[in-house]
């Protein structure tokens, strides 16, 4: 079975700050993908950036970036200069191939300060 | 390029009803997902749909069911509801050469039950 985890239920940033969210796996597959997915108050749930677990480069897009260690099933999301229109809920998923689904974590509220 | 939609945005049903919710899959996308979002909590998988078939299933009971139409649309049913059903239910679509898994969601339906 796979599980995501994600421990910090809300965080808080000033605008134009740096932040992380954390996230942990577990999966016992080789070939699989994570994902950042934000859903703002409005619902729509947004990618924000995928990692492929074959690649040892993190991941970048932009503003956001991971910081994903294999070994340890960790994969963190960064934030740079943060934007009150990042205000929203945080997802982490999994998605291993032969699979159907994702596998969500319970999300992070992130609120950005003006 | 028209996006996920879906119909209702909300609805209110009794104990015991039945209801429809409607999905309307991004062009160019075969592949139609079904999620259950409970409050505060990440999406869980229901089931998906692939070229009309249901090609994988979550956790959740037979009185969950859909089905999807030739033009790739998709329909959950939930029967005999219960309290626990109420829920925002998250639609995806994914192409079917999508090798990284990306999905892409519709606004979801909140469905309360009563």
């Known amino acids: 079975a796979q599980t995501v985890t994600q421990s910090q239920p809300e965080m808080s940033v000033q605008e134009a700050e740096t932040v992380t969210l954390s996230c942990t796996y577990d999966?016992?597959?080789?070939?699989?993908?994570l994902f950042w997915y934000k859903q703002p108050p409005s619902r729509q749930m947004i990618l924000v950036i995928r990692?492929?677990?074959?690649?040892?480069q993190n991941a970048t897009e932009n503003r956001f970036s991971v910081n994903f260690q294999k070994a340890a099933k960790s994969f963190s999301l960064k934030i740079s200069d943060s934007q009150l229109g990042d205000t929203a809920m945080y997802f982490c998923?999994?998605?291993?191939?032969?699979?159907?689904?994702?596998?969500f974590g319970k999300g992070t509220k992130l609120s950005v300060i003006p | 390029e028209t996006g996920v939609t879906q119909s209702p945005t909300h609805l209110i049903k009794t104990r015991g009803q039945q209801v429809t919710l409607r999905c309307s899959s991004q062009?160019?996308?075969?592949?139609v997902s079904w999620y259950q979002q409970a409050l505060g909590q990440g999406p869980q998988f229901i089931f998906q749909?692939?070229?009309?078939?249901?090609?994988g299933r979550g956790n959740f009971p037979p009185r969950f069911s859909g089905l999807q139409f030739p033009n790739y649309s998709s329909e959950l049913n939930v029967n005999a509801l219960e309290l626990d059903d109420s829920a925002l239910y998250l639609c995806?679509?994914?192409?079917?050469?999508?090798?990284?898994?990306?999905?892409?969601f519709g606004p979801g339906t909140r469905l309360t039950v009563t």
């Open positions: 995806a679509s994914s192409p079917e050469a999508s090798g990284n898994y990306e999905q892409y």
């Open positions: 999966t016992s597959e080789n070939n699989y993908y």
């Open positions: 990692q492929e677990a074959y690649k040892q």
């Open positions: 998923a999994l998605h291993w191939a032969g699979s159907y689904q994702l596998t």
């Open positions: 062009s160019g996308h075969n592949t």
């Open positions: 749909y692939y070229r009309e078939e249901e090609n």
